[in-house]
């Protein structure tokens, strides 16, 4: 399971968890491993995976789209093309801008 991206005044949110993601592929893990780490992993560990860690029909549907595969590739998750929470849309460049705004970047 994943955890770094809790807020901590020295993690960015998301970019945080892209960089674990990265090291857990480092040490041996591939890329779905990784992934299954950071979603459904955790759902269970915190007993929610009845309505979170998968794309199901009657769960949360928070997702990040992403331009090429990560499970292939697990670095495909930094080139986000699109955020849902919620059911509300966000644009990737105005949450990235929103982020540098509050590490004064």
Do not use: F
């Not at 949110?13 to 674990?20: K, M, V």
């Not at 759902?43 to 029909?57: M, N, P, S």
């Amino acid at each position: 399971m994943t955890g770094t991206d809790p807020v901590h005044p020295l993690l960015t949110p998301g970019y945080a968890l892209h960089a674990e993601m990265a090291y857990l592929v480092e040490a041996g893990l591939t890329p779905l491993e990784a992934i299954t780490a950071a979603t459904w992993n955790g759902a269970v560990a915190l007993g929610l995976d009845i309505e979170i860690g998968v794309i199901r029909q009657g769960y949360r549907a928070d997702i990040v789209v992403v331009r090429a595969d990560p499970a292939t590739d697990i670095t495909a998750i930094g080139n986000t093309v699109a955020v849902y929470k919620g059911g509300v849309h966000y644009d990737p460049a105005v949450l990235r801008d929103a982020v540098r705004g509050m590490i004064g970047s």
